[in-house]
């Protein structure tokens, strides 16, 4: 029920059904009114007319006799009368019913009836009176007295009364009509209101189940309609604004798209902030820093930023300006660039962008160290070159030996420069790739083997013990490039007998594991400080002072031994311990 009348449906049919109640209402109240008005004026007119004729049948007729019948016929239904000469005498009585002489005593004795002996003009009076035809009741009787003999100055008079009963009843059957009329009407309206009301609702509701539909997703739902009025203009409307909102929608789907894309395929890490620092937006490349800060407790207390950030983002809301600053998080480099957003000329949040600067800050410092070491390694030999030729040119030597030793120096000198300027080429080439690897077929073991023992003699002289050892078969065999793989190990046992100390060891070791040929070279040298490790393969290395003793070398060898390595697939790693030994791992995967 309460469905129906919170509906337009109900609303309107209410409407209309009150609005027809109140003018029923009004008016009934006002034609009953006038109904029982007239039904009274038409009783008193009746009697009028009714007095009238008795007084002239009475003054034609002598006899009683003669005019009762004449009488009777013309008073109405349930209508008597009483005709007197004078005051005290009564000349005729039709009274049908009972308590005949009350009404005569009544109507004889009341004063205002009285005057009508002296006056010219009707009388007409209500009273109270026994029932005519009920014993013990009273009734309203409308009483009409007409002067009979006028033209005497004490006449007769022709009393007539009928209860008015009478014209209750009429008035009570004209009610009836009235309220079956108001009854029909109010049904008709009802019906009407109920029809039209529901042909003005219908394209409504028809339009809420569209709205529902497009407020679904469902932006082709149309409103059928046949009405060229207002209801059907907004029908027609209604599916314009379908149409236009599944345009625009299907326009900024296609651009949210486009720009998810972008946001997505950018190497940068995007992020939209509220003025609370809430994050709206942000790329899979932020999700990976936000969830990296997160796992390294690099936040802030009151948000998931790292401080530094946080108080960046602080600063440009307070000041309200843009930005671009370098910034370190934990080691991290990032060029961060910050953008306002603004929302009817207010600040609403802000776009950062961060880009990951910390491979290039390491490749710069890689650089700036590779010139210094170069620069470093170049300018002794070069010192001593041009020293050493300068003393030859000056005459400073004076025997023939010393010219001798000068000269050799400069050949070593030069022959080292070379070595150094040819191990950064190859360097070069195999880090750009220009530097070709011609694999082929190699037996292991025997290949191995024959590297290791070009080490013997040196190995003798240094007394230092050197071992092969192999748990492989004769038959193995790998894809390598030999010369190539021959120049690492050479590094790695050079390497190993330059700084292992008399009476010491190295051992090539060979063995198989799943999937990759193992080779380890180890000694019992003084071994590489902990805090080193992650650095021996960049260029130039240089250990610490224990493990300098002796000749030492240019510093690239590892770097070129691991690009070779990788460019065979494989890996090379060390492990070592200060006074112990160090052990450096080759594995390289088996041919399939």
């Known amino acids: 029920m309460n469905r129906i009348w919170n509906s337009v449906v109900g609303k309107l049919w209410g409407t209309i059904l009150l609005l027809v109640l109140f003018v029923l209402f009004i008016i009934t109240v006002l034609m009953l009114e006038f109904l029982e008005n007239f039904h009274t004026e038409q009783a008193e007119e009746s009697l009028r007319q009714e007095a009238a004729t008795i007084g002239k049948i009475v003054q034609q007729y002598d006899q009683i006799e003669d005019s009762m019948q004449i009488i009777q016929n013309i008073l109405g239904a349930e209508t008597s009368a009483l005709i007197v000469r004078n005051p005290e005498s009564v000349f005729l009585s039709v009274h049908e019913g009972l308590n005949k002489e009350v009404f005569q005593e009544k109507l004889l004795k009341d004063e205002d009836l009285a005057n009508i002996y002296t006056a010219n003009n009707t009388i007409i009076k209500k009273m109270l009176m026994p029932s005519m035809s009920e014993e013990d009741r009273m009734e309203n009787y409308i009483i009409l007295a007409s002067p009979l003999e006028s033209d005497k100055e004490i006449h007769g008079a022709v009393f007539i009364y009928q209860s008015l009963e009478v014209v209750n009843k009429t008035s009570n059957h004209t009610t009836r009509i009235v309220f079956l009329s108001g009854f029909i009407a109010l049904l008709l309206t009802t019906m009407f209101s109920f029809f039209l009301s529901s042909r003005i609702t219908a394209p409504l509701r028809s339009m809420r189940e569209a709205a529902s539909e497009l407020a679904k997703g469902n932006f082709e739902t149309k409103v059928t309609y046949v009405q060229r009025d207002e209801i059907g203009e907004l029908s027609s409307a209604f599916n314009r604004m379908g149409s236009q909102l599944k345009h625009h929608v299907e326009v900024i789907?296609?651009?949210?798209?486009?720009?998810?894309?972008?946001?997505?395929?950018?190497?940068?890490?995007?992020?939209?902030?509220?003025?609370?620092?809430?994050?709206?937006?942000?790329?899979?490349?932020?999700?990976?820093?936000?969830?990296?800060?997160?796992?390294?407790?690099?936040?802030?207390?009151?948000?998931?930023?790292?401080?530094?950030?946080?108080?960046?983002?602080?600063?440009?809301?307070?000041?309200?300006?843009?930005?671009?600053e370098e910034l370190e998080i934990k080691g991290s480099y990032f060029s961060v660039s910050i953008s306002l957003l603004y929302s009817k000329e207010a600040v609403r949040g802000a776009v950062v962008v961060l880009r990951d600067m910390t491979e290039q800050h390491r490749l710069d410092k890689m650089r700036s160290d590779f010139i210094a070491n170069v620069s470093h390694e170049l300018r002794t030999p070069i010192s001593m070159l041009q020293g050493y030729s300068e003393a030859i040119i000056d005459d400073v030597v004076t025997t023939e030996e010393d010219k001798n030793e000068m000269i050799r120096v400069i050949y070593d000198e030069s022959k080292r420069m070379g070595r150094l300027v040819t191990e950064l080429l190859d360097l070069a080439r195999l880090e750009s790739g220009y530097l070709s690897i011609y694999k082929e077929d190699v037996s292991v073991v025997p290949t191995i083997e024959r590297i290791t023992q070009k080490f013997d003699q040196i190995a003798k002289e240094k007394n230092i013990r050197l071992y092969f050892e192999h748990t492989l078969s004769e038959s193995i065999h790998l894809q390598l490039d030999e010369d190539r793989m021959e120049q690492v190990l050479t590094n790695l046992i050079d390497n190993a007998l330059r700084h292992t100390p008399k009476d010491g060891s190295v051992t090539v070791n060979l063995f198989k594991t799943t999937g990759h040929i193992v080779i380890e070279v180890k000694d019992t040298g003084y071994g590489i400080p902990k805090e080193d490790l992650p650095y021996v393969f960049e260029r130039f290395y240089k250990a610490d002072k224990a493990r300098t003793r002796g000749k030492s070398g240019t510093g690239l060898g590892l770097a070129i031994a691991k690009n070779i390595v990788e460019r065979h697939y494989g890996s090379l790693s060390v492990e070592s311990e200060v006074e112990v030994g160090t052990t450096f791992i080759i594995k390289l995967p088996l041919n399939e």
Request: hydrophobic fraction near 40%; glycine fraction near 0%; avoid cysteine.
């Open 253 to 324: 789907s296609q651009e949210k798209e486009q720009l998810s894309s972008i946001l997505t395929s950018m190497t940068d890490a995007v992020i939209t902030f509220n003025k609370d620092l809430t994050i709206l937006v942000s790329n899979p490349q932020a999700d990976q820093l936000i969830q990296k800060w997160y796992a390294n407790n690099e936040t802030a207390d009151n948000s998931n930023l790292p401080a530094e950030l946080y108080h960046l983002l602080d600063h440009v809301f307070h000041l309200e300006e843009e930005i671009d």
